[in-house]
């Protein structure tokens, strides 16, 4: 469609919402500090219990968190140091040990002369890496895969400041699809997100934004932030912001103020098909996080519950299981979004280089 159709389009029934993960790909799992050494974590990534851990060195690791003996979960046992000085997981049912790299180390009831090469049992590994204070996940679609992913975890601009000024984090009860669009969705604004501090259903404005493709996702391109969003105004000077999005589920948005920056990560990592963990970080070296933290926080915190209120509400309707209407220009990230989703499976089954299918344009709407 060109710029500015306004014709409706439903979503096809083969790419509805709401079903099918991406694979081979990289997932934000927690925060660096969240990872403790020797402290073994459970979490869950597309359905998969994953124990995610830093070994005594500090290098984190992650394994799937199911003792394949009975199925205790492995996160609920011990990290100890064997013999030979390596590191294992002990399980907490019957002291079955696996190394950091998932391979099985020991069965404590095994006696002399029960002859078992223990070490062919293993428990599946999962890529981990940390990156800027981020610790991301690989999640293959081979089960079987043992190797070590073919690309890096992305690198975000705005990193600055230290350690994040801000961290939150809420569960919505949605499947990632839905989580997604809500969070690019740019029309929601005056309707969600009323507050005398940022805006009011009475201060609509035309927009027109221009997009471009990016990495694995696209981007608004830097330009100045809307007059009728307040929050804004307390970084003072002439603030330019771009917003980027790239698939799985991460959104950022990098403010420039002078030499002062402020980036806004959003982490969007699917718990299971009906649960979404939304994790909303904040870095910057603006002296307005040093004196105003306090407001910023509270308000950023009203602003994700409030997203959070409104996918609770949206749930109402989708438990009927309908096709979504979307219109152009609005909803045009809506469909980018799973144009990416299409073409990265395409090309993860093929073998193939991604081919972002987004092109440039400007988007108008009234918000």
């Known amino acids: 469609m060109a710029d500015g159709d306004t014709k409706p ?13 991406l694979h081979d790909i990289w997932y934000f799992a927690a925060l660096a500090s969240d ?17 995610l851990s830093r070994d005594r060195a500090g290098k984190v690791y992650a394994l799937r ?6 199925a205790a979960p492995l996160s609920a046992g011990r990290l100890v140091r064997e013999a030979d000085g390596r590191e294992a997981v002990e399980c907490p049912y019957h002291g079955w040990k696996f ?16 002859a078992m090469e223990v070490s062919k049992i293993r428990v599946r590994r999962y890529p981990a890496a940390e ?9 293959p679609s081979d089960p079987r895969f043992d190797g070590e992913p073919p690309e890096p975890p992305p690198v975000f601009p705005g990193v600055v ?13 949605s499947h990632i699809d839905h989580a997604v669009v809500g969070l690019m969705d740019p029309a ?23 997009f471009e493709p990016r990495e694995c996702g696209f981007a608004m391109v830097r330009h100045e932030p809307s007059k009728n969003s307040r929050a804004y105004a307390i970084l003072g000077g002439q603030p330019l912001t771009e917003i980027v999005f790239r698939i799985p589920g991460l959104r950022w948005e990098h403010v420039t103020v002078g030499r002062r920056q402020v980036l806004s990560l959003t982490c969007l990592t699917p718990v299971n098909e009906g649960r979404t963990r939304i994790t909303q970080i904040v870095w910057s070296d603006h002296p307005a ?15 994700l519950r409030q997203d959070g209120d409104m996918v609770n509400l949206q749930n109402e309707g989708l438990r009927y299981d309908p096709g979504l209407l979307w219109i152009d220009d609005a909803d045009r990230q809506a469909k980018w979004y799973q144009q990416l989703k299409r073409e990265w499976a395409a090309s993860r089954k093929a073998g193939r280089p991604f081919q972002n299918p987004v092109e440039p344009a400007v988007l108008r709407w009234r918000s």
Do not use: N
Request: glycine residues 10%.
């Open 9 to 21: 389009a439903r979503t096809a029934p083969e790419t509805k919402f709401g079903r099918g993960f």
């Open 35 to 51: 990872l403790k050494p020797g402290k073994l974590q459970r979490y869950e990534i597309l359905g998969e219990p994953i124990l």
């Open 65 to 70: 968190d199911i003792c394949p003996h009975r």
């Open 99 to 114: 190394g950091t790299d998932g391979a099985c180390t020991a069965i404590p009831s095994l006696v002399a002369d029960q």
């Open 131 to 139: 990156s800027q204070g981020l610790v991301f996940v690989w999640i």
């Open 161 to 173: 400041g230290g350690g994040p000024k801000l961290v939150d984090r809420m569960d919505f009860d």
């Open 188 to 210: 929601h604004g005056p309707y969600v997100h009323q507050q005398w501090w940022w805006r009011s259903s009475k201060s609509q404005h035309e927009k027109a934004k221009k």
């Open 289 to 303: 996080f040093f004196f105003l933290k306090p407001f910023i926080a509270a308000g950023a915190r009203a602003f």
